[in-house]
């Protein structure tokens, strides 16, 4: 059973880019939450995915968008990157049931915006 | 609001318990957790404590929980080099209605000293 993968490791974008994170969840899962983690900072929820549909949004503005795809591995796209958008992101999958919600962490994604 | 506090750093020798601290305002809470972060890496889930519960043991780990005080404590017991990391505090809320979203604290330094 593999774990939760990020790709890629480390990037660095300039101001006004555009930027694509990805996510493979561990297998049987079908939920996929993404945080930002700034530096020095706990990871901030972004938003989350649920059988390919948006489940749920923490207060990111609308450049923030993302998908969830039929084997539930999940894309984070960010538009008109900003300066402030440089943190750790991070994909959590988990196998959603209402009444617990364990959520597994990949390594996440250095975002450097220049 | 939701609101997760931790402080922000804690030094002990080898051999000390270490407790780590933490206060959350949402009073709906229904999981509180206590992850791991070592540099460069994501987040490893220690262990974490159901709403109704006021304590768990797990080996070196003992989560106290006082709802009506809304503070949530982790103690590890004979504190080795190896658990220096920053610790975070998260709590969520799940059932209907809810994503079971993470609200984490700021996260708290752990030094050990040999």
């Known amino acids: 059973e593999t774990g939760v993968t990020q790709s890629p490791t480390h990037l660095i974008k300039t101001r006004g880019q555009q930027v694509t994170l990805r996510c493979s969840s561990q297998s049987g899962h079908n939920t996929v939450s993404w945080y930002q983690q700034a530096l020095g900072q706990g990871p901030q929820f972004i938003f989350q995915y649920y059988r390919e549909e948006e489940n749920g949004r923490g207060n990111f503005p609308p450049r923030f968008s993302g998908l969830q795809f039929p084997n539930y591995s999940s894309e984070l796209n960010v538009n008109a990157l900003e300066l402030d958008d440089s943190a750790l992101y991070l994909c959590?999958?988990?196998?959603?049931?209402?009444?617990?919600?364990?959520?597994?962490f990949g390594p996440g994604t250095r975002l450097t915006v220049l | 609001g939701e609101d997760v506090e931790q402080s922000l750093f804690l030094s002990v020798r080898e051999g000390d318990s270490s407790v780590i601290n933490c206060t959350y305002t949402?009073?709906?809470?229904?999981?509180l957790y206590w992850y791991k972060q070592e540099p460069g890496a994501g987040l490893q889930l220690l262990t974490y404590?159901?709403?109704?519960?006021d304590m768990k043991q797990d080996q070196r780990l003992t989560v106290l929980l006082n709802k009506k005080d809304k503070h949530l404590s982790l103690r590890i017991a004979d504190t080795q080099t190896g658990d220096s990391a920053i610790y975070f505090c998260?709590?969520?809320?799940?059932?209907?209605?809810?994503?079971?979203?993470?609200?984490f604290g700021q996260g708290t330094t752990l030094q050990v000293k040999p």
């Open positions: 404590i159901f709403s109704n519960m």
């Open positions: 959590a999958s988990s196998l959603w049931v209402e009444t617990y919600n364990e959520q597994f």
């Open positions: 949402d009073s709906s809470s229904t999981y």
């Open positions: 998260a709590e969520s809320t799940t059932g209907s209605g809810n994503t079971g979203k993470l609200i």
